[in-house]
């Protein structure tokens, strides 16, 4: 009887285990791939992931306050009426000039610059502190460079308003204008896209190019070729690229909506000089689909073009996703 018994519980046990099993995988690779495909909402937030704040807290009108010297904070209005926020940092040589921190003042030295400016626009989550982004600003600041930082819509102390591919794209390309009228072609202008801020500034650099604008050069770190290969291969997709709905599910619905970042055409209509740099330890953006964007552009330019150079760093180094600015040749690669 006690044998019966426990075969029972054990076979009822085996049974619950099994039932949640199944219901557990039905929900993760049945119901959630069906949410993910409707939800335009859930498809922004993965892709911008401007939800994630962090650094938490920062008071973008004091970049002190992150380590950041010679550096104001400003907001420029876009032709959408968006109020972008931005962080204009002056090069190391003109930190003992006494140059009265005013808006005024800052936006002399950059009519009259003599030095190049940079004009990074950075990837998604976090915000225009994150520390990645600020080791990178002081790079340049300690090349003697003028650097301009700012953040999407959505992003930072910008305003909070609809989200989309062509919405981040104008706001940049509104920044880049301003940059440009600014210093009037009196310095190189450059611009330094870095992973999902390399899809960004192709996009931008493409329509300007129809109207023929163009800056001095084109620096894009961690980039990859389009969505539709960055979602396949991000670390997120592993679990679900291999069901026979994943194109539906996720692709799909990032196309239907305009959620493309096509860089691999949109790099070929490029008129300035290009840099690609990659680490081969990249674990969000492979290097290969960095290689893709190269190669889309050497199949364009041709083989023996000087217009498009890529660089592919040892994963010895050990710098990832976020860590170029620390290669030790970075700065003879700037230069």
Same mark, same amino acid.
């Given at each position: 009887m006690y044998v019966y018994i426990h075969t029972c519980k054990h076979y009822r046990c085996l049974t619950w285990t099994m039932r949640t099993s199944v219901l557990i995988y039905l929900i993760i690779f049945g119901l959630l791939p069906v949410i993910f495909h409707y939800s335009y909402t859930l498809q922004k937030k993965i892709l911008f992931l401007n939800f994630v704040h962090w650094p938490l807290k920062v008071e973008f009108s004091n970049p002190k306050l992150v380590g950041l010297e010679g550096a104001r904070n400003f907001y420029l209005h876009t032709d959408q009426q968006v109020k972008i926020g931005a962080w204009q940092i002056l090069p190391r040589s003109l930190l003992n000039n006494s140059i009265p921190a005013t808006d005024e003042a800052y936006e002399s030295v950059l009519s009259n610059a003599k030095l190049p400016?940079?004009?990074y626009m950075h990837g998604n989550s976090g915000n225009?502190?994150?520390s990645h982004r600020l080791e990178l600003y002081k790079l340049f600041q300690d090349l003697d460079y003028h650097v301009i930082c700012f953040d999407y819509r959505n992003y930072g102390d910008s305003d909070i308003v609809e989200l989309s591919e062509e919405g981040v794209v104008m706001d940049s390309k509104y920044v880049l204008e301003w940059v440009m009228k600014k210093v009037n072609g009196s310095v190189p202008v450059f611009v330094w896209g870095h992973s999902l801020g390399t899809g960004v500034s192709t996009h931008v650099l493409a329509l300007l190019a129809a109207e023929n604008i163009q800056p001095t050069g084109l620096f894009l770190e961690a980039p990859f070729n389009n969505i539709q290969d960055e979602l396949t291969e991000h670390p997120f997709a592993q679990i679900f690229k291999h069901l026979p709905w994943f194109h539906w599910m996720a692709v799909e619905p990032f196309y239907k909506n305009n959620l493309r970042f096509e860089s691999d055409k949109h790099i070929i209509k490029i008129d300035c000089p290009i840099m690609i740099l990659h680490a081969e330890d990249d674990g969000v953006i492979p290097v290969f689909l960095a290689e893709k964007l190269y190669q889309a552009a050497l199949d364009s330019f041709g $083989? $023996?073009? $000087?217009?498009?150079?890529?660089?592919?760093?040892?994963s010895s180094y050990g710098l990832g996703h976020k860590y170029i600015c620390r290669y030790k040749e970075l700065p003879d690669i700037i230069k």
């Open positions: 400016v940079f004009l225009r502190a994150s $083989n $023996n073009t $000087n217009h498009i150079q890529m660089i592919k760093i040892d």
